[in-house]
Nanobody
Framework: QVQLVESGGGLVQPGGSLRLSCAAS????????MGWYRQDPGKQRELVAR???????NYADSVKGRFTISRDNAKTTVHLQMNNLKPEDTAVYYC???????????????WGSGTQVTVSS
């Protein structure tokens, strides 16, 4: 099992910045992907950004050039630096990890409990 602890959400004015972090712990063999999704009430959860175990990244078009995803050296904590935030970035942000429990096992998906990001003046 993998436990995820998220931090860094909050209220910020348009144009401001926030940094989200998510630390993974528990019993696992390897982490394949770490990333962030977001969800507004009444809407589907959407990918914001994710990073692979070889540091390949991909971003939603709406955040390219404004958000940067990164991982620590141990590759168990993922960060999302969010700059030039817009009101439409307001959502609950969920950490997502795909990890395998043993060599050769297909990875399972784990979710954090979510952290609120509100962009408003």
């Amino acid at each position: 099992q993998v436990q995820l602890v998220e931090s860094g959400g909050g209220l910020v004015q348009p144009g401001g910045s926030l940094r989200l972090s998510c630390a993974a712990s528990g019993s696992f063999f390897s982490i394949v992907f770490m990333g962030w999704y977001r969800q507004d009430p009444g809407k589907q959860r959407e990918l914001v950004a994710r990073i692979s175990n070889v540091d390949n990244t991909n971003y939603a078009d709406s955040v390219k050039g404004r958000f940067t995803i990164s991982r620590d050296n141990a590759k168990t904590t993922v960060h999302l630096q969010m700059n030039n935030l817009k009101p439409e970035d307001t959502a609950v942000y969920y950490c997502n990890v795909e990890a395998s429990q043993s060599l050769g096992q297909s990875p399972k998906t784990y979710w954090g409990s979510g952290t609120q990001v509100t962009v408003s003046s």
